[in-house]
């Protein structure tokens, strides 16, 4: 038996794509209905999907990110995380409630809450 998160509570909703919006990146709503990387602070959700001027935008569940791997940037267990320079997160007041359930090399594992 193996452990795998994947697929855990996702959810999902389409937003118009701003100029930004890059497929695996933290994103929030910078516009009515529109989607752009987020380079700091909370965040609404992940871009994982983009076609033409539409964004498939992760809202909730199982996520892989580029993690900021500084001592003590982020921890395991629940917390808030943000988006840090170059859309990686680490742990931040005020920002998202999610459960970081592994750091591997330059990315964690988390569940959006």
Same mark, same amino acid.
């Given at each position: ?12 909703v389409t937003?118009?794509? *701003? ?8 994103v929030n ?6 989607? #752009?990387?987020? +380079?700091?602070?909370?965040?609404? *959700?992940?871009?994982?999907?983009r076609e033409? $001027? ?6 909730? =569940?199982?996520?892989?990110?580029? #993690? ?8 395991? *267990? ?13 742990? =931040? ?8 359930? +592994?750091?591997? =090399? $330059?990315?964690? $594992?988390?569940?959006?809450?």
């Amino acid at each position: 038996m193996s452990v795998s998160l994947k697929g855990f509570n996702e959810k999902y909703v389409t937003l118009l794509a *701003g100029e930004s919006c890059t497929v695996g990146q933290p994103v929030n709503i910078t516009a009515a209905d529109t989607a #752009a990387d987020c +380079a700091s602070g909370a965040f609404a *959700g992940v871009c994982v999907a983009r076609e033409g $001027e539409l964004a498939l935008v992760q809202v909730e =569940g199982f996520v892989t990110l580029p #993690a900021d791997t500084t001592a003590s940037a982020l921890a395991l *267990g629940i917390g808030q995380v943000v988006s840090s320079a170059g859309g990686k997160v680490k742990n =931040g007041a005020g920002g998202r409630s999610a459960i970081v359930t +592994a750091i591997r =090399g $330059e990315e964690a $594992e988390l569940i959006l809450l």
